[in-house]
C-alpha cells in the first residue's frame, strides 16, 4: 500500500469512515455489526507516512487474518504532530463502540485523555511503541499495559556503534524526535549515555520531529554552523534519510547512526553512509498489542510492560 492511500485511510478514520486494515468488511457500527460476533479493534499508529508504520500496520493485518477471530480497523494520522487527528482517531474507535484500542500515541501525555474517555466507555486499551506518560497515568487513574522496547538501551547500542566507528574525541549531533514523546526522550537519552562511553562530544541536539525534509534543512544547517562535526544520531530512519541527503549534499564524510532498520535505510547501511541502525520489530509490537488487547477482552489481566527485542543492525548483517 502506498504512503499516499495510506494517509487517505488516516482522513476516512477522522470523519468517522475507517477501513477494516483489510482483514474484514466494513462494519460500520463497530463491534455489533462484526461478522460472527467478533470483537472490533482499532489499531491507532503515528504518520503512515512513515515506512515505520506502514509495515507495522501490513503486519497487523496478517497477523489479524491469521487469527480470524476479530476485526480489524486501522488507522493512522498524515504526519508525526497530528496530534489532533489522533485524537480524533480515538473518538472514532469510542464512536463505534470498538471493544480495544492498540495504541502508538503521537503524544505521551495528550493521548492520555482520551483514552481514559475510551476506557470509561469500557473499552481495553493497550500502549505500543510510544510509552503513555507514567505520571499522566496516574493523575488520569489508569493502568494501561505497555507493549515495546527499550527505546533508552537500543539508542545506547545504536550510538555506541558510532562512537566504535568515529574514535574517541570525535564531535557528534543528536537529531531529536517529538519533544512530548517519551521515546524521542528515552532515545535522546541512549544517544547521549553511548556519547559518553565512547568519549564523543555532542555539540548539539534539536528536534526534526521524526521528519525527513524537517531533518534535511537541520543537518544542512549543522553542517554549516559546525563544519567539525563527524557524526549525526538520528533517532529515527526517517531523519537518517534527511541526514544522508544533507551530507551528500555537502560532499561531508559525516557518518550517522540511526533507529527503526526501515527498508529504504537498509542501502545506507550497506555502503557504510549509516553505520548502524536498531530493528525493534514495528509489526511484532502491533501483533502482540493485538493479543493483549484479546485477552483484555476476554477478561484476562494485562501485564505491565510487555518488553519487545530489539537488534543492533550493522552492514555486516545486511551482507
Known amino acids: 500500500m502506498t504512503a499516499t492511500a495510506l494517509v487517505l485511510t488516516s482522513a476516512l478514520t477522522a470523519c468517522g469512515q475507517e477501513g477494516d486494515g483489510g482483514a474484514q468488511p466494513s462494519a460500520g457500527s463497530g463491534a455489533k455489526a462484526s461478522g460472527g460476533g467478533r470483537p472490533t479493534v482499532?489499531?491507532?499508529?503515528?504518520?503512515?507516512?512513515?515506512?515505520?508504520?506502514?509495515?507495522?500496520?501490513?503486519?497487523?493485518?496478517?497477523h489479524v487474518a491469521q487469527r480470524g477471530d476479530l476485526v480489524l480497523k486501522a488507522s493512522g494520522i498524515q504526519n508525526e504532530t497530528d496530534i489532533d487527528g489522533q485524537v480524533a482517531a480515538v473518538n472514532s474507535c469510542?464512536?463505534?463502540?470498538?471493544?480495544?484500542?492498540?495504541?502508538?500515541?503521537?503524544?505521551?501525555?495528550?493521548?492520555v485523555a482520551p483514552l481514559g474517555r475510551a476506557v470509561k466507555a469500557g473499552i481495553k486499551v493497550v500502549n505500543i511503541d510510544?510509552?503513555?506518560?507514567?505520571?499522566?497515568?496516574?493523575?488520569?487513574?489508569?493502568?494501561?499495559?505497555?507493549?515495546?522496547?527499550?527505546?533508552?538501551?537500543?539508542?545506547?547500542?545504536?550510538?555506541?556503534?558510532?562512537?566504535?566507528?568515529l574514535g574517541q574525541g570525535a564531535k557528534v549531533v543528536i537529531l531529536e524526535g517529538n519533544p512530548g514523546a517519551a521515546n524521542a526522550q528515552q532515545r535522546k537519552a541512549g544517544f547521549e549515555a553511548a556519547a559518553r562511553a565512547a568519549?564523543?562530544?555532542v555539540v548539539d541536539s534539536k528536534t526534526a520531529h521524526w521528519e525527513t525534509d524537517e531533518a534535511y534543512t537541520v543537518v544542512g544547517?549543522?553542517?554549516?554552523?559546525?563544519?567539525?562535526?563527524?557524526?549525526?544520531?538520528?533517532?529515527?530512519?526517517?531523519?537518517?534519510?534527511?541526514?544522508?541527503?544533507?551530507v551528500q549534499a555537502k560532499q561531508s564524510k559525516v557518518k550517522i547512526a540511526s533507529f527503526d532498520n526501515i527498508e529504504a535505510i537498509r542501502p545506507y547501511v550497506k555502503d557504510g553512509s549509516v553505520v548502524a541502525t536498531v530493528?525493534?520489530?514495528?509489526?511484532?509490537q502491533a501483533a502482540n498489542g493485538i493479543d493483549e488487547a484479546m485477552k483484555a477482552v476476554k477478561g484476562e489481566q494485562p501485564q505491565g510492560w510487555v518488553k519487545t527485542k530489539l537488534t543492533l543492525v550493522t552492514a555486516a548483517d545486511l551482507g
Open 42 to 62: 482499532c489499531l491507532v499508529m503515528k504518520s503512515l507516512g512513515n515506512e515505520y508504520f506502514q509495515a507495522m500496520q501490513k503486519g497487523a493485518e496478517e
Open 130 to 165: 510510544v510509552k503513555l506518560d507514567d505520571g499522566a497515568l496516574k493523575a488520569a487513574g489508569l493502568d494501561i499495559p505497555f507493549v515495546g522496547p527499550d527505546n533508552t538501551e537500543g539508542a545506547r547500542l545504536s550510538g555506541e556503534a558510532l562512537g566504535k566507528s
Open 221 to 246: 544547517n549543522w553542517l554549516t554552523t559546525h563544519p567539525e562535526i563527524q557524526g549525526v544520531l538520528a533517532s529515527n530512519d526517517s531523519m537518517a534519510l534527511g541526514a544522508v541527503k544533507a
Open 199 to 201: 568519549g564523543l562530544t
Open 279 to 284: 530493528d525493534q520489530y514495528g509489526a511484532q
Open 94 to 111: 469510542i464512536t463505534a463502540q470498538a471493544q480495544a484500542i492498540v495504541v502508538a500515541p503521537a503524544d505521551s501525555r495528550a493521548l
